[in-house]
């Protein structure tokens, strides 16, 4: 390991990147062009760094520039370093302050049977923006990474953020219209959530049971499933009964995929919530995106 204190101090930033483009270039014009500042400035920088390291790095000729062997030495040197650092960017590259791009973070289940349905409203109603959604369970941080908006499933009211309600909060009985048929009124199985299964206080089937007064103790087996999509796939294959969210199935429901096996639902304390930082709105589109959002909603109270 190299002691800190042997060695020499590099020379400026500035004048190692001017030196790198220059040496792509070989013209000081297009390398003036690429970094954003004048001819002179490179000119100037470039000899600065031949005064810092003591030698002549380019040939200044009629044609153009020309490497020295020192100066195609150093070329060589500083080149990897500078790929690194252009990767270890990359990734994180804004974008413009106007960009044409709306960005949600969300969860699979409200963007495969939310989001993903409304795609092409989405383009009549905001022509020239583009809908680009990240699913995911975590929490991401809207203050620091690329995120104009998020949807999440919850309580709401989380710190350092503003949450708006977008569902109405409120579990439906779901089942495929053949098991409808073939239950005549009576529960044949259930698909439960893992989650909530677990703990008879969180287990919204013996609350809504108990309303709907339908036993529920009997009835096996009981399928237990780790998210709503998959619930609602299940519901689909002709597997069962499921509580789902109003926002989920409200499009399945108008179109009769699947129908409400009982009126009586569940009104829990969780719900799909607009969540955002304080300043996002200062961006007008994301305002109109949030009130888009909360329109297609609309249907659920």
């Known amino acids: ?117 409304r795609l092409s409203r989405f383009r009549d109603r905001f022509p020239g923006y583009d809908l680009e959604f990240l699913t ?15 949807v999440r499933y919850g309580p709401g009211g989380w710190d350092g953020v503003i949450s708006t309600q977008l569902s109405g909060g409120r579990l439906l009985p779901v089942c495929s219209p053949g098991v409808f048929e073939r239950a005549g009124g009576d529960i044949t199985r259930l698909l439960a959530d893992n989650r909530r299964i677990q703990s008879s206080a969180a287990n919204e089937w013996r609350p809504w049971a108990e309303e709907a007064n339908l036993p ?8 237990v499933m780790e998210e709503f999509t998959v619930a609602l796939a299940g519901v689909m294959s002709g597997e069962g009964l499921a509580l789902s969210p109003d926002v989920l199935v409200m499009d399945r429901l108008a179109r009769g995929d699947v129908v409400q096996f009982s009126p009586v639902t569940v009104k829990t304390g969780y719900a799909y919530h607009i969540v955002h930082a304080p300043n996002a709105l200062r961006r007008p589109i994301i305002a109109e995106v949030c009130a888009w959002l909360k329109e297609q909603a609309g249907g659920v109270s």
């Open 216 to 223: 529920i103790s009997a009835v096996t087996p009981t399928f």
């Open 1 to 117: 390991m190299l002691d800190r204190a042997m060695v020499k101090p590099l020379p400026p930033l500035n004048a190692i990147r001017a030196f790198e483009v220059a040496s792509r270039h070989l013209n000081l014009s297009r390398a003036a062009e690429e970094l954003g500042v004048t001819q002179g400035a490179i000119s100037k920088q470039v000899i600065a760094l031949e005064e810092f390291i003591g030698v002549q790095l380019f040939l200044r000729e009629p044609g153009g520039l020309q490497l020295t062997h020192e100066g195609g030495n150093l070329k060589e040197a500083i080149a990897p370093a500078f790929t690194t650092l252009a990767e270890a960017f990359s990734r994180y590259g804004r974008r413009p302050p106007r960009s044409s791009t709306i960005r949600i973070s969300t969860v699979a289940s409200f963007a495969s049977q939310f989001l993903v349905p």
């Open 136 to 150: 995911s369970i975590r929490l991401v941080d809207l203050s620091r990474e690329e995120f104009d908006i998020a």
